[in-house]
């Protein structure tokens, strides 16, 4: 990259996407502007990006594991599902043009803030999980949608996994966490393989805003969901807005 100083904050900005995407989800919408803001073709940031992303996560399952959360094997079905839907989501993104690019990320980022500030409620207390049968099913059908979309862009992902795993397979906001995190990490293996295929990933860029990304995911993974909520909430809705002016009006 242009400058020497871009790699020590992008360490930085991974601690923090890191920490918020393990702990809520949605950074990607502050590290993607962000590579794209240093200079990197927006459809290069999207694949660089999935390097951090899948070490992340990677990290984030293994603490989660350490506090004796885990939902294997479910996580696993919903993962593989995601994948194969990822396939196709990457394949789409690595073939758009930059300022379309970034017309639908700046739409998406407005989107997931209307989320962030009217998302329902969630209640974590007698919560009764449905993880077999027709839930498993549907669920899995599901997330393969949700898959195309994690392989396209990814950014905002974890809030729309977030409410479905509580409101239609009625898990507690940490075990859907834990299981968030390892489908994102199964699907994002699979859409990153489409990126280095296509020649989209700067692998000094991507390791760099890994060591962040990692740092910031088991760290985390290992407090309480809780903590903090409120101000991630505030810092992410000014920080998106920003971002969607910019990338809309300054493409």
């Known amino acids: 990259m242009e400058y020497w100083y871009y790699y020590p904050l992008l360490v930085v900005v991974g601690f923090i996407v890191g920490f918020i995407n393990t702990i809520a989800g949605g950074a ?74 970034n017309r639908i990320l700046a739409i998406i980022m407005i989107a997931v803030v209307l989320i962030i500030v009217f998302k329902p409620k969630i209640n974590l207390e007698n919560v009764q999980e449905r993880l077999t049968g027709k839930y498993l099913w549907l669920g899995m059908l599901a997330f393969f949608f949700i898959g195309i979309y994690g392989g396209f862009i990814n950014a905002g992902i974890g809030f729309v996994i977030l409410l479905f795993l509580h409101y239609f397979h009625k898990m507690s906001l940490v075990r859907a966490n834990a299981t968030k995190v390892a489908v994102v990490c199964i699907y994002t293996l699979a859409a990153l ?59």
């Open 193 to 251: 393989a489409v990126f280095v295929y296509n020649d989209k990933v700067i692998w000094q860029v991507g390791a760099v805003l890994a060591i962040g990304n990692g740092l910031g995911a088991w760290f985390s993974s290992r407090v309480s969901v809780k903590k903090g909520d409120g101000f991630i909430k505030t810092f992410l809705v000014i920080m998106v807005i920003a971002m969607a002016i910019k990338l809309w009006f300054f493409t």
């Open 28 to 101: 990607s919408l502050i590290s993607l502007p962000v590579l794209i803001f240093m200079g990197l073709p927006p459809s290069v940031a999207n694949g660089t990006n999935r390097v951090a992303i899948a070490f992340q996560t990677a990290i984030g399952v293994a603490g989660f594991k350490s506090k004796g959360v885990s939902t294997f094997p479910f996580n696993v079905y919903l993962g593989i599902s995601a994948l194969l839907g990822s396939i196709l989501g990457a394949s789409i993104a690595v073939d758009i043009k930059g300022e379309t690019f």
